[in-house]
């Protein structure tokens, strides 16, 4: 799982949705190395957040922008509702990542140019993002639809989700298919992926402010693979894998956004 998805796939915010404030520090992240790898990394990376700053919202790699709000508000006996378009960053895979991949071509990083919707029925949380490739990583669409929940008690706040993920051919190609080519110098069976349903997971986001000015938060994902993509030979390699993990642990210090 990518840095950027579990971001997307988490919709929470650290703050409430009009208070145009911003985290920003240090983040140490563990995920899988490429999409059906058994094989973890580890990397630590600067942190940046924000809310509403002049609509845009930054969380993880994901940029989006409020093109409409409306609705009573959030929590019990209210509704809202937020959509407006989106960028968010994907990674690739390199075909060094695994001796199973020789002759297979890197897969750029790719960025994701699309729109979200997102609302809130009382305590329940909806989100769709979907976007087209436009670096030529993938070069495929995706969608992800999630649904979650939150809960907060004073300066701690939690929040689970669940998500389903969807891709066009040219995604699945991308990451799961063999060709005759590659099969002869990898030793893996052909095998061409559809699009469909690829992938669903579960995931939780939770953070704790200290002081009001810091905010130590845990990211965490795990995801199974579904459908026709249980059969590629990639996720049936001796290092591949039928499912994948996603950590991340941040420590920031908020700031005022209202001074950009």
Same mark, same amino acid.
């Given at each position: ?21 911003g ?42 922008y ?19 378009p989106?960028?968010?960053?994907? $990674?690739? &895979? ?6 199973? @991949?020789? !002759?297979? /071509?890197?897969?750029?990083?790719s #960025?994701?140019? %699309? ?9 329940? $949380?909806? &989100? ?6 436009? @670096?030529? !990583?993938? /070069?495929?669409?995706t969608?992800d #639809?999630?649904? %979650?929940?939150?809960y ?17 051919n040219?995604?699945? /190609? ?57 059969d ?29």
């Amino acid at each position: 799982m990518s840095f950027a998805t579990a971001h997307a796939q988490t919709p929470s915010e650290l703050a409430s949705s009009n208070d145009g404030t911003g985290y920003i520090g240090a983040s140490v992240f563990i995920n899988s190395e490429y999409l059906g790898s058994a094989d973890e990394e580890t990397h630590l990376l600067p942190y940046l957040s924000f809310q509403n700053v002049k609509g845009f919202d930054l969380i993880g790699t994901n940029l989006s922008y409020r093109l409409i709000e409306t609705g009573t508000g959030q929590g019990f006996g209210k509704w809202s509702l937020r959509a407006g378009p989106s960028i968010a960053y994907q $990674g690739g &895979r390199d075909s060094n990542d695994s001796p199973n @991949l020789n !002759g297979f /071509d890197d897969v750029d990083g790719s #960025a994701v140019l %699309g729109g979200y919707v997102r609302s809130t029925i009382g305590p329940i $949380g909806l &989100r769709l993002d979907a976007g087209q490739d436009i @670096l030529s !990583g993938h /070069d495929g669409f995706t969608a992800d #639809a999630s649904v %979650g929940t939150f809960y907060r008690a004073g300066k701690f706040a939690i929040q689970p989700s669940a998500t389903v993920s969807w891709a066009d051919n040219t995604h699945n /190609d991308s990451f799961f298919s063999v060709t005759n080519a590659q099969s002869a110098t990898s030793g893996l069976s052909p095998y061409e992926a559809d699009a469909g349903f690829y992938a669903y997971s579960l995931n939780i986001l939770s953070w704790i402010e200290i002081q009001d000015r810091y905010a130590v938060s845990f990211i965490g994902g795990y995801r199974w693979f579904a459908n026709d993509t249980l059969d590629s030979p990639i996720l049936n390699a001796s290092d591949g894998s039928d499912n994948g993990l996603f950590a991340a642990f941040s420590i920031s210090r908020k700031f005022d956004t209202n001074k950009w």
